[in-house]
C-alpha cells in the first residue's frame, strides 16, 4: 500500500489508529529496535532538539546549585555602584552595588517556578475542564462554551 493509498484510506475512516501504524514502515522499526531506541535517535538526529536540551539542562543546574555558583549574596551590596565588568564582578554591578552576575543566578531559580508553576495550574484547569465535559457528555460542552462567552 502506498502512502496514497494509505492516506486516502484514513481520510475515508476505512483504518483504524491501530491498522494505520501497522501499514507503515515506522511500526516494523519500532518492533524491532524497540520504542525508546528509536525515539532516541529520532531525538539525536535532530540538532536544534539536542542544544535545546543541553541548554535547559544547563539553565536547570545553575537554578539548583545557584548558592554553590553564585559568588555573592544578590541582595547585598558587595561593589561600588555600576561598576563595570571586573575580575571582582564579571557582569559588574547594579545601581545600588550588587552583584549581576548572583542575582541573574538567582533569578533564575524564580523563573523555573513561575515557569512550572504556571504549567501545573494549566494541567489541573485542562484537565478538570475535560473531566467536566467528558462526564457530561453534550450538556458539558454546552455548558462550559457558556461560561467561556
Request: hydrophobic share 45%.
Amino acid at each position: 500500500m502506498t502512502e496514497q493509498d494509505l492516506f486516502q484510506a484514513v481520510n475515508a475512516g476505512e483504518l483504524n489508529w491501530m491498522e494505520r501504524a501497522y501499514e507503515t514502515d515506522q511500526a516494523e522499526q519500532i518492533s524491532e529496535e524497540g520504542y525508546w531506541s528509536v525515539l532516541w535517535k529520532r531525538f539525536k538526529r535532530n540538532k536544534l532538539a539536542v542544544l535545546g536540551s543541553i541548554i535547559f539542562l544547563i539553565i536547570l543546574l545553575v537554578a539548583v546549585f545557584a548558592q554553590v555558583l553564585a559568588p555573592y549574596d544578590p541582595n547585598m551590596t558587595v561593589g561600588p555602584f555600576q561598576a563595570p565588568p571586573s575580575s571582582a564582578h564579571w557582569l559588574g554591578t547594579d545601581e545600588i552595588g550588587r552583584d549581576m552576575m548572583s542575582r541573574i543566578i538567582y533569578g533564575d531559580q524564580i523563573s523555573l517556578f513561575v515557569g512550572v508553576a504556571s504549567v501545573l495550574i494549566y494541567t489541573v484547569i485542562g484537565t478538570t475542564l475535560g473531566l467536566i465535559s467528558g462526564f457530561l457528555g453534550e450538556y458539558g460542552i454546552q455548558l462550559l462554551c457558556g461560561l467561556r462567552k
